[in-house]
């Protein structure tokens, strides 16, 4: 247990180490030769490796840090990217796939209309999608869902007018002309039929299902489990509530724990001069970089889904950098990581999930800041261009879409509930987080630690709160546990509950 500053004046002057007790009179060094601490501060011995191996390691997991940033803000190759904008066809002879956010949108709204009746979730409805219309065949898209919701005459309007601006020859033209039919009730060509779903996904099923009974059941799988939603909805409120509350309670006991002495830190900072930590977040940075340049050039050659089960199954390579502390020599270099069983593993475990919910509260007041910071970002949008922008992308939509197949959906929850609480966490901290507490307090170095787990991620940048506090609620799991059981734990929970609930979520939605 590292010892309070006073417990270090008392033992300076009975002339024993504060950690171990060890006679120190005569000594001329700054560390106990028992047991390698510092003798006047809670610090440790300095990590393998050396000061000028450190500041280059420090140098560039930060430059390879900022470039992985920026490839994920500007849609470099990556798990969670999809296949473009639905509307990605534009005004051209093809249209894409409609994108994975723009679909889950407009099967939430229109369930949840045809349960509730309600005019103005309606004219909501048409009004999102319009806004997160990217291209042409968005537009024919939320068509369809204005002519659902709306009424025909509200959907044969928007088609109208986007005929208007396309092309002769391009095949939104026919897929217009087959809603139209299916509108009038015509006889209308199977292989039209097909074609229109093939291309449209969900709008072109629930075009070709128009005029068929709500009951019917190719029709009810497109528009009915409102209420199933609902009760998901309620459900998850509930339990988001009283886990907000259990946090604010474990909140203020920490904080009251801390403050009175009886909670202390297990973590000892290693005294400045080591580098063995910041190379392992170098190599990690510069291997997750190395990835996404494999997967770019991959996706030149490969079918997406192809790229898919490649993204999967090379992500885990990057356990290979666990490996550094034995390459050069480390003994004991993964306990200083935090791999150890610290004071047992259930107990560690426990701990865990205590710390989660503690972290609770960080999450939700991250999430209010990201809304705060994008409601102002589009306010300016608005102002300056006069169009409202669309709701901001998030790439963790495509994942759980339902595109994906049953063995791919389990691949990526474990890539989520095992791969990144062991690896993320053993990187920031485990490495990033020990190498800055050497030099930094507790704050400064959780707050430094968590804005790099942040931006390694691939979501957008206003939106990043969420992640950000919860990197910053892990590092405080670290300092107050030592051992990483309890931070990875936590992330398991948070990850495995929170994917698991959308891809359920998805499972009602069809």
């Known amino acids: ?43 440790g011995p300095p990590d393998p490796g050396n000061r000028k191996r450190g500041r280059v390691g420090m140098l560039l997991a930060l430059v390879l840090i900022v470039l992985v940033a920026v490839v994920q803000q500007t849609g470099g190759s990556g798990l969670a990217k ?34 509730t009746g ?3 979730l309606a004219d909501q409805a048409v009004e999102t999608l319009e806004q997160m219309a990217s291209g042409e065949a968005d537009r024919v898209r939320a068509a369809v869902l204005a002519g659902e919701l709306k009424g025909v005459e509200a959907g044969r309007e928007r088609l109208a007018r986007v005929e208007k601006v396309l092309p002769e020859g391009s095949v939104l033209r026919g897929d217009i002309e087959t809603v139209r039919g299916v509108y009038d009730g015509a ?22 299902s128009y005029g068929l009974p709500d009951t019917a059941p190719e029709r009810a799988r497109l528009i009915g489990g409102g ?18 509350v259990a946090g604010v309670v474990v909140l203020v006991m920490a904080v009251v724990g801390v403050s009175s002495g009886k909670v202390r830190p297990a973590f000892v900072p290693p005294a400045p001069g080591g580098s063995l930590a910041i190379e392992v977040v170098a190599l990690f940075a510069g291997g997750f970089l190395l990835l996404k340049g494999v997967l770019a050039v991959a996706e030149g050659v490969l079918a997406p889904g192809q790229v898919m089960w490649l993204a999967l199954v090379a992500q885990w390579g990057l356990l290979a950098v666990f490996l550094w ?96 609480p062991v690896v993320e966490e053993t990187v920031f901290r485990g490495g990033m987080y020990r190498h800055l507490r050497s030099k930094w307090n507790v704050v400064v170095a959780a707050v ?29 799991l670290r300092e107050w546990r030592g051992s990483l059981i309890a931070s990875m734990t ?19 939605l069809g």
């Open 490 to 508: 936590a992330h398991c929970v948070h990850n495995a509950v929170v994917l698991g609930l959308l891809l359920f979520a998805m499972r009602l």
């Open 187 to 208: 006889a209308v060509e199977p292989g039209a039929v097909a074609g229109l779903k093939k291309r449209h996904g969900y709008f072109g099923e629930l075009a070709a």
């Open 325 to 420: 502390p034995r390459f050069v020599g480390a003994r004991g270099g993964m306990r200083l990581l935090g791999w150890y069983r610290g004071e047992g593993v259930l107990k560690e475990v426990g701990c865990g999930v205590l710390g989660y919910l503690a972290c609770v509260p960080l999450f939700l007041f991250g999430a209010a800041v990201s809304m705060v910071l994008t409601v102002i970002e589009a306010a300016v949008r608005q102002w300056m261009t006069g169009v409202k922008p669309p709701p901001p992308q998030n790439p963790l939509m495509e994942i759980v879409s339902g595109k994906m197949g049953p063995l791919m959906i389990v691949m990526v929850y474990l890539l989520a509930s095992l791969w990144a």
């Open 448 to 476: 430094f630690t968590a804005l790099c787990f942040g931006v390694m991620h691939a979501y957008p940048l206003l939106m990043m709160g969420p992640v950000i506090a919860l990197g910053f609620g892990f590092a405080l």
């Open 82 to 115: 999809g296949g473009g904008p639905g509307g990605a066809g534009g005004t051209g002879g093809e249209a894409l796939p409609p994108d994975a956010q723009f679909e889950i949108m407009a099967k939430i709204f229109t369930r949840f209309q045809k349960m």
């Open 118 to 120: 309600d005019k103005g």
């Open 1 to 43: 247990m590292r010892p309070k500053p006073q417990q270090i004046l008392k033992a300076r002057e009975m002339g024993v180490c504060p950690w171990c007790r060890y006679p120190t009179e005569g000594l001329t060094g700054e560390f106990c030769p028992e047991c390698g601490n510092h003798l006047l501060s809670g610090l």
């Open 227 to 244: 209420m199933g939603l609902l009760i998901l909805t309620v459900l998850v409120g509930a339990a988001v509530f009283l886990s907000f």
